[in-house]
């Protein structure tokens, strides 16, 4: 679980687990411990001091209640909002039952004694209509919070799964290093490899891309590189195919079966090419495996709109090949605020179609 590679042991035991963040993915054993104290360890205090049954139960609830405020152990915010305030209405109602318990004691021991002189409550439906007004407040409060922490958190541009529309799990295979290995030539695809891994560390909050600027200490290792990758990105750049290093990278890949995902420049000044120029370039002897299998492709555009289409193919890609999702042929992915999850909706439309261009007109 910790290193995100996970097995049959951990899928199997994913009830527990999966709701929690990585690093207190053993939160529920807490959560369990804390419910047994409450109805079965503090039994084991003699009946006749109950009164310090309901103290080391408040206690108990206390201490919890700070701890979940504190660590905030779920992936949603929302639930986490929800732990708290249930945790704060349980330990209301311990505090309620203090209250009631010293109320009559008072009452009953001390004949001619005022509880209201000490509690400050004349009688005990005070008591409970008290601790019942702010359990109410309570919930409310947490409720209107929640609410408007899962809105805010919904409009938060990150890759989500459209089945869920929850952040999908970012794994990696046990033994490899970075999820996605960025390949391309300096002189034409540096600043748009550049541009890729940071939005995809921004869409996919985790995710590890190499890029050699940042990641490469010995040029003579790029095999190893590839090795601990667990996907290779080709950018498709003018020169790729050229480059002696592009092509130790593009042969170890091969030689190895790393899952590919393959990018075009589409910018002529930048460096960019049709398809058929780019695999013109291309050694004859790499071309069947690179441009006939059915890898994922996408062409690089520098529009922020076509940006986003080509990032979520390129993560689809890399969540396909990450041990959560294997067995899946297809992962449709969503942003929040993409042009594709808002409603168009035009008063007067005019289309134009350019003699130019066979069929637009049809």
């Not at 009830?15 to 929690?20: C, D, G, P, V």
């Not at 922490?149 to 799964?161: D, F, G, S, W, Y």
């Not at 046990?174 to 869409?203: C, M, P, R």
Request: charged residues 20%; proline residues 5%; glycine residues 4%.
């Amino acid at each position: 679980l910790q290193a995100k590679s996970p097995n049959d042991l951990t899928r199997a035991t994913a009830f527990l687990h999966r709701e929690y963040e990585q690093t207190w993915y053993w939160w529920e054993a807490v959560e369990l411990a804390r419910k047994l104290v409450l109805t079965g360890f503090v039994l084991l205090i003699p009946e006749e001091r109950a009164f310090v049954r309901l103290v080391v139960a408040t206690l108990i609830c206390s201490c919890y209640a700070v701890a979940l405020a504190v660590v905030r152990p779920y992936k949603r915010v929302e639930d986490n909002v929800v732990a708290v305030a249930t945790s704060l209405v349980l330990l209301l109602l311990f505090l309620g039952t203090n209250w009631s318990t010293i109320f009559l004691g008072i009452k009953e021991r001390y004949q001619g004694v005022d509880p209201a002189d000490v509690l400050g409550f004349r009688s005990l439906n005070v008591i409970v209509d008290s601790m019942i007004g702010l359990v109410a407040v309570v919930l409310v409060f947490f409720s209107i919070g929640a609410v408007v922490a899962a809105r805010r958190v919904a409009k938060v541009p990150t890759i989500r799964l459209v089945s869920t529309k929850q952040p999908p799990e970012l794994n990696i295979v046990i033994g490899l290093t970075w999820h996605l290995f960025n390949s391309h030539i300096w002189s034409t695809g540096q600043d748009a490899v550049a541009v890729i891994k940071g939005e995809l560390q921004q869409l996919l909050p985790g995710i590890k891309v190499f890029l050699d600027v940042d990641d490469l200490k010995d040029i003579g290792a790029l095999e190893e590189y590839i090795q601990r990758s667990q996907v290779i990105l080709f950018f498709l750049s003018r020169g790729y195919f050229r480059s002696k290093n592009c092509l130790r990278e593009i042969r170890s890949s091969l030689e190895i079966d790393k899952p590919l995902v393959l990018v075009q420049e589409a910018d002529p000044d930048k460096g960019g090419g049709t398809i058929q120029a780019l695999r013109a370039e291309c050694p004859e002897d790499l071309q069947p495996d690179i441009f006939d299998k059915d890898w994922p492709f996408t062409i690089w555009y520098r529009i922020d709109e076509f940006q986003l289409i080509s990032l979520k193919i390129i993560a689809e890609a890399l969540l396909l090949c990450s041990p959560n999702y294997l067995s899946q042929t297809s992962l449709p992915l969503c942003v929040p605020g993409e042009p594709e999850s808002q409603s168009l909706a035009f008063s007067k439309t005019t289309l134009w179609a350019s003699p130019a261009n066979a069929g637009a007109l049809e």
